[in-house]
């Protein structure tokens, strides 16, 4: 039998089981915030199970073990002479904020519908096959919207349009824009709001998620003359002449991204800039051995490789790509310049010129 390390085996039984304790939490969190409970601690204050029993409607009994993981996880804390259990304003930040900039709820919810994605995904591995994005887990596509958003609110129109070369200024006096893989159109919407002047056209080969959008859209009030969403995919979408291009945590997950950025390249006017955002990613495999790196390469395996393997030529550049491969990337697709404009750490921001 092998020798082994008694400390070293101790210490990763532990990690595992923080690991098992956080996988068997995904499904607890998501109950959390679809019945509200996040919110009525944040405004009504701590609760025993039977005071939140009475506050909400819901079973004492269901409530009684839910708070009490909760506290065992350091969501919630618990104090011992009252029995109340009361969401602190970190925690707040994270689970019932969905303004803040920690918020947290859509990765939760994204790591849920993996389990759901996990049959079609082990098929791929056998087959080499990709999952469609329409065929992916429930409302992976709500869940994904969700967890990308918060970035969007705090850093898009803060730092990320305003680190790129002359473009915020012809966005105030009037720029055509497209955001290509919008989603649910959040990032088109935040541009929308902080550039009245500019027009702005949303791209997403999912028709779900347009149909999201336009209903983001009219809830807003935006003219829909001043912003739509088309489906299209990044290699056929025709509207030419555009100021920018934008493509958020999308260009990885086309099957073809070479493709995408020499049809963007179509596109643009000849002082254009496309802005690509991706998954904040070092060049070096081992570098992205960390906490972040492990969320995406875990997202990356069950959700953009086989979404882009299903598509054409199935390129599969992953969710940790890395500045230098998607640098080389767009260039091949026709750029002449790319550099690193902005980054935070869960992104990296590219802006590249003809």
Excluded at 144 to 157: I, W
Aim: proline content about 4%.
């Amino acid at each position: 039998m092998q020798t082994f390390d008694e400390n070293k085996l101790n210490a990763f039984v532990g990690q595992v089981l923080g690991d098992l304790g956080g996988a068997y939490s995904a499904a607890l969190v998501r109950i959390g915030d679809q019945l509200g409970l996040y919110r009525e601690l944040q405004t009504g204050g701590p609760a025993t199970s039977t005071e939140l029993a009475k506050r909400t409607g819901y079973s004492e009994r269901y409530l009684r073990e839910w708070l009490a993981h909760h506290a065992a996880s350091n969501y919630l804390d618990y104090d011992r002479s009252t029995k109340r259990f009361r969401l602190p304003p970190e925690q707040a930040m994270v689970f019932a904020d969905e303004d803040s900039p920690v918020y947290m709820i859509g990765g939760f919810e994204n790591a849920y519908s993996t389990f759901e994605n996990e049959p079609k995904v082990r098929e791929g591995f056998r087959t080499g096959e990709g999952v469609a994005w329409g065929d992916q887990a429930h409302c992976m596509f709500c869940a994904v919207a969700k967890f990308f958003r918060p970035g969007y609110v705090h850093n898009l129109v803060q730092s990320w349009l305003p680190a790129l070369d002359g473009v915020v200024e012809k966005l105030e006096r009037g720029a055509k824009v497209a955001d290509l893989g919008c989603g649910h159109g959040h990032s088109t919407l935040l541009m929308a709001a902080a550039f009245p002047n500019s027009t702005f056209i949303g791209y997403d080969f999912h028709g779900g998620s347009i149909d999201a959008a336009n209903a983001h859209r009219d809830e807003q009030g935006v003219d829909s003359g001043r912003v739509r969403f088309e489906q299209a995919t990044a290699g056929d979408f025709e509207e030419g002449d555009f100021d920018l291009v934008t493509c958020f945590d999308a260009l990885h997950d086309m099957g073809d991204p070479v493709g995408t950025a020499a049809h963007v390249v179509e596109q643009l006017k000849p002082d254009g800039t496309w802005m690509v955002v991706e998954p904040m990613a070092a060049d070096e495999l081992s570098d992205n051995f960390n906490p972040v790196g492990r969320l995406f390469y875990a997202a990356s395996t069950s959700i953009c490789v086989p979404t882009a393997l299903a598509q054409q030529t199935g390129f599969a550049l992953g969710a940790q790509a890395g500045e230098r491969k998607l640098t080389e990337v767009i260039k091949d697709g026709g750029f002449s310049s790319v550099r690193r404009a902005s980054e935070t750490p869960f992104n990296i921001v590219l802006e590249a010129r003809l």
